[in-house]
C-alpha cells in the first residue's frame, strides 16, 4: 500500500461514504419543471434563443454561447418556455435563467445525430462536444472544448481521466464508474482521439478497489489506456496533485496543467463525451449525490436528476426534512458551497447535495494563530495559509500575492487542519476575488 503513488501534502479526512457508496443510480422522475440557469459554467453566461410560449423538445438548444470560454444550454425536458427569469446559482450570485414546464414525457431533439468514435473526423467530434454544451462535471464547470483546444505550444502527451473522487461524502462518480465502466472508456477514447493522444491514465483512490478492478478488467485490451490506483488522501483529485501523482511531473506556479503536458477529464465529464457522440445526447443530465446526517437511511440516493429540478423537490423525494438542515452544501464539504436557500436548481455542476444536521454545522469562533505551521505542513500547494490571511486581514494585497496567494487552489485543508479554527480558506477566497478585482480595474 505504501508504494501507491500520491503528491506531498494533504489530509486524511473521514469520508463518510459508506452513507450512500451501495446506493445504486436511480433516475429521478421528469420534473414538471425546470430552471436552467446561464450561469452554470466558467466563462461567460448562455445568451437564450428561446422566448416565453415556445414548445421545445428534450436536449434542444434554449441558449447560444457568447464567447469561446462559454456553452450553449439545452432544454432537459419536453414542454413551453413559461418565461426568462432569475435565479441563484450554487455561488449565492443571481443568473438569468430559462423556465421550462413539462407538457409531456420526452420526445428527443433529433438534432444531434449519432456518431461513430474511431470514423468521425477530429474537428466533427471536437464541434460535437462544444455544440453538447459539455463542461467539468467534477465542480469546476470549465468549458470542455476549451480543454480539449491547447494552444499549439503546449505539448500534450497524457490524458488522465480523473476517478479520485476525494471529496468526502460524494459517490456520484464511484457508481458511475461501476455501472457505466465501458462507456467511459469509449468516452476516454473519444479525447483521446480529439486530442492525438496514445496514452491515457485513468486514476482512481485506493479506497475503491471494486471500480479500480473492473476498470482494469474493461481496459486489458485497451491500447494506451492504464489504470492506476492512487493513495487515499486528500485533495488527490484537485488537477496540480492528481498530475504529480500520476506524472512525477509539477505543475509551475501560476501555470496550467497543460504547461505539464497533461489534460486532466473527470470520469463524469468522460462519459457525458460518450453520450454526446455515441448518443447524440446533450448534456441535460447528470448523476448527484444525494446524503449527510439530516437526510434519512432511506433517501441517501446518487440519483440521475435533469439540469434544472429544483432542489426543494429533490429533497422532498429524498424525505428530507429540510428543518433538520443545519447546512445545505452543493457538492462535498471541503470546496462545495454553503447554500443560503433551498430555492436553487441542479447545476451540470451539481455532484452532490450534502445535508448537515444541526449539530454538525453548528458554527465556531476562531481563536488566534498560535503558530503551529500545521496550515503550512499540509498545504498541497506548499503556501503559508496562515501568513497570507494575515495579508489578507489587513488588506496588504501585494504581499498576499507575493506569497501565491492567486496558486491557491481552495481545497480547504488549511482550515481543516487549524487547531485555532481560523478561517483561513475563506481568507483566500476573499482575497484572490480583491486582487483579481484590482487587476481588472488596473487593465481597464
Ligand atoms: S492555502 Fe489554499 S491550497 Fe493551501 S491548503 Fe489552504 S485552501 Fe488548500
Ligand atoms: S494551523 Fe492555524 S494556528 Fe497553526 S499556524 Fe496555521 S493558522 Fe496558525
Known sequence: MSDLKTFKGGVHPHDYKELSREKRIEDYPLPSSVVILMSQQLGSPSKPIVKAGQEVKTGEPIAESTGFVSIPQHSSITGKVKKITEAFTPLGTISQAIEIERTQDDIWFDGFQQLDIEKTEIDVLKKRVQECGLVGMGGATFPMHVKLSPPKDFKIDTLIINGVECEPYLTADYRLMLEKTESIIKGARILMRILDLTKCIIAIENNKPDAIAIMKEKTASSQG??????????????????????????????????????????????????????EGKPLIERICTITGAAVPENGRKNLNVRIGTSVKEILDYCKVDTNNIGKLISGGPMMG??????????????????????????????????????????????????????????????????????????????????PAKRRLVQAMKLGEFEIRALMRKKKA
Open 225 to 278: 489506456i492504464e489504470v492506476i490506483a492512487l493513495k487515499v488522501k486528500y485533495p488527490q483529485g484537485a488537477e496540480k496533485q492528481l498530475i504529480e501523482a500520476c506524472t512525477d511531473r509539477q505543475v509551475p506556479s501560476g501555470g496550467l496543467p497543460m504547461a505539464a503536458g497533461c489534460i486532466v477529464q473527470n470520469v463524469g465529464t468522460t462519459y457525458a463525451a460518450y453520450q454526446a457522440v455515441v
Open 337 to 418: 458551497l454553503a447554500q443560503k436557500t433551498i430555492d436553487t436548481y441542479i447545476t451540470k455542476g451539481s455532484s452532490g447535495l450534502l445535508c448537515l444536521s444541526r449539530k454538525e454545522a453548528e458554527s465556531w469562533e476562531p481563536e488566534p494563530c498560535i503558530r503551529c505551521a500545521r496550515c503550512v505542513d499540509h498545504c498541497p500547494i506548499h503556501l503559508m495559509p496562515c501568513l497570507i490571511a494575515a495579508f489578507v486581514e489587513k488588506k496588504m494585497w501585494e504581499e498576499a500575492q507575493k506569497y501565491n496567494i492567486l496558486d491557491c487552489i481552495k481545497c480547504g485543508t488549511c482550515s481543516y487542519v487549524c
